[in-house]
Nanobody
Framework: QVQLVESGGGLVEAGGSLRLSCAASGRTVGRDTAAWFRQAPGKEREFVAALFRSGANAIYADSVKGRFTISRDNAKNTVFLQMDSLKPEDTAVYYC???????????????????WGQGTQVTVSS
């Protein structure tokens, strides 16, 4: 059974930083494309960042590019999202996801991922 458990969310002031973690069990994160999505109240889920299984390529939503960094520690079987220069509009529940056989044209769509975590709340105050 595959489980993804996010942690690291919380309340932070605008301009601050948070580091989200996604610990996987039952699945090797290094063999999949790993991604983060988020969903704000009243809004649809949106893509944040993805790291292809090769580890060589990461892509980001334009809204977070230059502020967020996705990474992976294969030894810990954990995916991270470092979030810097946070803005109030980053407030959302953040979800990690794993998927296989993803390519550039499909990686931003949540329906292409096989496994999801339960989410962690990030709140950025102004």
């Amino acid at each position: 059974q595959v489980q993804l458990v996010e942690s690291g969310g919380g309340l932070v002031e605008a301009g601050g930083s948070l580091r989200l973690s996604c610990a996987a069990s039952g699945r090797t994160v290094g063999r999949d494309t790993a991604a983060w999505f988020r969903q704000a109240p009243g809004k649809e889920r949106e893509f944040v960042a993805a790291l292809f299984r090769s580890g060589a390529n990461a892509i980001y939503a334009d809204s977070v590019k230059g502020r967020f960094t996705i990474s992976r520690d294969n030894a810990k079987n954990t995916v991270f999202l470092q979030m810097d220069s946070l803005k109030p509009e980053d407030t959302a529940v953040y979800y990690c996801a794993l998927g296989s056989r993803l390519i550039l044209s499909t990686v931003r769509r949540g329906e292409n991922y096989d496994y999801w975590g339960q989410g962690t709340q990030v709140t950025v105050s102004s």
